[in-house]
């Protein structure tokens, strides 16, 4: 077993669309950033990463090349679906969080954990997504950020059991 810790956190900007978990969210603001911004589905690539200790997201997909620019970060856990593989793991559970004042989140997460779920290969009972607020402290209270969280708990896929398949 493997576990993997990471956060993200993007810059509101206006006009830009929000999008977290592969889902876009109405709402006058957007996340700023080299990609499509989705700060969750950075969190969780990058989770996954560390757990299997290959470096950053920036290592694998640097924010100064242009072939990531405006990208859909859910093709990032396309990349990181194929490094479990290679290294014979597979995902347990994820658990996120996602910290922000607005706009409420509830009636997208499940949206969320079925994108998400989709593109690892993974049951949706195996994602948790949770929202809230940072209580009006730093920028995600000050409305000026969004930030998400996601641990990942990964299990060893034993060689010979995967050349089965």
Not at 12 to 20: A, Q, R, Y
Not at 25 to 41: A, K, Q, R
Not at 55 to 84: E, I, T
Request: charged fraction near 30%.
């Amino acid at each position: 077993m493997r576990i993997g810790f990471s956060k993200d956190i993007h810059i509101l900007k206006e006009g830009v669309p929000l999008i977290l978990g592969g889902v876009q969210i109405p709402y006058e603001f957007g996340l700023e950033s080299h990609s499509d911004g989705d700060c969750l589905t950075h969190a969780i690539v990058e989770a996954i990463f560390g757990a299997l200790n290959v470096g950053d997201l920036g290592k694998h997909f640097p924010p100064n090349d242009d072939r990531y620019k405006g990208v859909s970060s859910l093709s990032f856990l396309d990349y990181a679906k194929k490094l479990l593989s290679e290294k014979h793991y597979e995902i347990e559970n994820l658990d996120c969080f996602i910290s922000c004042e607005k706009p409420k989140l509830k009636d997208f997460l499940d949206k969320m954990r079925e994108k998400i779920s989709g593109k690892l290969g993974i049951s949706i009972d195996q994602i948790s997504i949770k929202a809230g607020t940072n209580e009006g402290v730093g920028p995600v209270g000050e409305k000026k950020a969004i930030e998400a969280y996601c641990v990942v708990l990964l299990k060893e896929v034993k060689w010979w059991i995967k050349k089965l398949e």
